[in-house]
């Protein structure tokens, strides 16, 4: 049949499925995922490829949904065709999470369809996705104000496995190979409902488009190949540019460039499911490029992009950090704040625990080892009013760490190591005095600290 031909072709010309390779097909019952099925059931043999398929149940539709995954199982069966399936309460997950229905579903779904992949050696999922999907993605993006990522639409095969192979044929040409081979497949009730942006634009957008040009599918294709290999570039561009780059350097590289490259860094350290909005994004931008070395943007997803003074990082924005304070009560490792204290008797210990690390910090603390017992240490958060003796002065913390340019965002992490008489160490600041009693102890012991940051 011409669609079996030109699938083919699809296939050979974007590499999407080699011999030897194991796909599972997303099999939901309904006609495009059924299309899907017998086209590559037909083509195995004579690409050397092997079909498996995997039905996902996410219990929203009830009865309905009951009887789409029976109905995929005997298909399968009919077939010859290895079938898994499997479930979940996605409106239950969906209300305990706070995503949205549709959201949560998909995460699910893909979540199961990768597990099944990797359970039974598939290193291909094939989904149904095709040209006229392909039109529907790019209007919807494109009314959003997307940018060249969502106008780039469905990509033939993602960098996860994930491949389309009824990509180039439309939603017409699949209806017709159903009919014309008095296929079977099960229809979701919820494709009527024109209050789900998606059927609106099937229904009513595309018959309209259609009046101006009737081979939309094409010419989205010619749209959306041409902004993916843009884009592509643009990424490829931005991933020369260092994590760490100073922002004078920043500053001078091309807008196109400098916004995938803030998005990447967003996506990379965010702790979120939260997307980078235009919006933040342009304005992160503009402060870069205006020179200001100082500034702090919140962001989605409660993340805050912030601009130290020579780089630009990405924290969790919170409004008050929680205060600590951790007791010091041997050698060894402590976890305080958003970083690690370690105490040793001796500094070779030290700086091989240093070296298993990214940076640090280090101090050396004495006392009278006269005294019985480990000394009181403790490390806590910084506080309000803090001071330490240095050169013979109280000093303010704050102000010592603003003279070194120590970052605003990590102040509050930071410990303050403290004994008896305060504070004698901050990381990054130079160690307390030692007082005339402590000067020449009877039997002075050293305990060797280091610091590292998560």
């Known amino acids: 049949m011409p669609i079996i031909r030109k699938v083919k072709k699809f296939i050979q010309q974007n590499s999407l499925i080699r011999s030897g390779d194991r796909v599972l097909v997303a099999l939901s019952g309904g006609g495009d995922s059924v299309a899907l099925l017998h086209i590559?059931?037909?083509?195995?043999?004579?690409?050397?490829?092997?079909?498996?398929?995997?039905?996902?149940?996410?219990?929203?539709?009830?009865?309905?949904?009951?009887?789409?995954?029976?109905?995929?199982?005997?298909?399968?069966?009919?077939?010859?065709?290895?079938?898994c399936s499997g479930s979940a309460d996605i409106p239950r997950l969906a209300a305990e999470s706070g995503m949205g229905i549709e959201e949560c579903a998909r995460e699910q779904r893909y979540g199961f369809l990768f597990k099944a992949a990797e359970e039974y050696g598939c290193n291909r999922l094939a989904t149904a996705h095709h040209a006229t999907d392909n039109?529907?993605?790019?209007?919807?993006?494109?009314?959003?104000?997307?940018?060249?990522?969502?106008?780039?639409?469905?990509a033939p095969m993602r960098r996860d496995g994930v491949i389309r192979p009824l990509l180039s044929c439309s939603r017409a040409e699949i209806e017709s190979y159903l009919k014309d081979g008095d296929l079977e497949y099960v229809t979701d009730s919820t494709n009527s409902d024109k209050s789900v942006t998606r059927n609106f634009i099937r229904g009513d957008v595309l018959p309209l488009l259609r009046r101006i040009n009737p081979s939309l599918e094409s010419a989205f294709e010619r749209l959306s190949s041409?902004?993916?290999?843009?884009?592509?570039?643009?990424?490829?561009?931005?991933?020369?540019i260092p994590a760490?780059?100073?922002?004078?350097?920043?500053?001078?590289?091309?807008?196109?460039?400098?916004?995938?490259?803030?998005?990447?860094?967003?996506?990379?350290?965010?702790?979120?499911?939260?997307?980078?909005e235009h919006q933040h994004l342009r304005e992160i931008c503009k402060e870069i490029v205006a020179g200001n070395k100082r500034f702090r943007i919140s962001l989605p997803g409660k993340a805050a992009a912030i601009a130290d003074g020579k780089h630009l990082v990405f924290i969790e924005d919170k409004l008050e950090a929680e205060p600590y304070e951790v007791r010091l009560t041997g050698f060894g490792e402590y976890s305080v704040g958003n970083g690690n204290i370690f105490l040793s008797e001796s500094e070779e210990e030290l700086s091989r625990w240093l070296e298993s690390h990214r940076e640090g910090?280090?101090?050396?603390?004495?006392?009278?080892?006269?005294?019985?017992?480990?000394?009181?240490l403790t490390a806590r958060s910084r506080l309000p009013g803090d001071r330490y003796l240095r050169g013979g002065i109280h000093r303010a913390v704050r102000k010592e760490l603003n003279s070194i340019g120590y970052p605003a965002y990590k102040r509050d992490s930071l410990p303050c190591l403290c004994d008896s008489d305060g504070i004698f160490w901050v990381p990054g600041l130079l160690p307390r005095d030692m007082g005339k009693n402590k000067d020449k102890p009877k039997s002075k012991q050293l305990i060797y600290i280091g610091y590292t940051e998560n």
């Open 40 to 83: 590559l059931h037909a083509l195995s043999r004579e690409l050397e490829f092997s079909v498996l398929a995997a039905h996902f149940n996410h219990r929203i539709r009830g009865k309905e949904a009951d009887r789409d995954e029976e109905f995929s199982r005997a298909l399968c069966q009919r077939l010859g065709i290895s079938f």
């Open 135 to 154: 039109v529907e993605t790019v209007l919807f993006h494109t009314a959003r104000g997307s940018g060249t990522n969502g106008i780039g639409g469905i």
């Open 226 to 240: 041409d902004a993916r290999e843009d884009e592509e570039y643009f990424v490829s561009q931005a991933e020369k």
């Open 244 to 276: 760490d780059a100073p922002l004078s350097l920043l500053a001078t590289v091309p807008m196109p460039i400098l916004r995938r490259y803030i998005r990447a860094r967003f996506d990379s350290c965010k702790q979120t499911r939260a997307q980078l």
């Open 361 to 376: 910090v280090t101090a050396v603390y004495g006392y009278d080892g006269s005294d019985k017992g480990f000394p009181e």
